[in-house]
């Protein structure tokens, strides 16, 4: 569904569109689909946090 070159500005307009729908007409699928949303953002979130700590070693080395 995503690939990782999504950009901040992305991620608010999808998660804005699925508050919109689910607050416009709330049913379960579009709770369902809407905190995925949030669980699938979190998870890239978290694996880019992770992975920039995991790399110390090439922290130090970038001189640029």
């Known amino acids: 569904m995503l690939n990782e070159t999504q950009t901040l500005d992305w991620w608010l307009h999808q998660l804005y569109r699925q508050i919109k729908d689910f607050v416009a007409h709330p049913?379960?699928?579009?709770?369902?689909?809407?905190?995925?949303?949030?669980?699938?953002?979190?998870?890239?979130?978290?694996?880019?946090?992770?992975?920039?700590v995991l790399?110390?070693?090439?922290?130090?080395?970038?001189?640029r």
């Open 27 to 52: 049913t379960k699928s579009k709770e369902d689909k809407l905190l995925s949303l949030v669980t699938e953002y979190r998870q890239r979130f978290e694996q880019r946090s992770h992975d920039r």
């Open 55 to 63: 790399d110390e070693h090439e922290q130090a080395m970038n001189f």
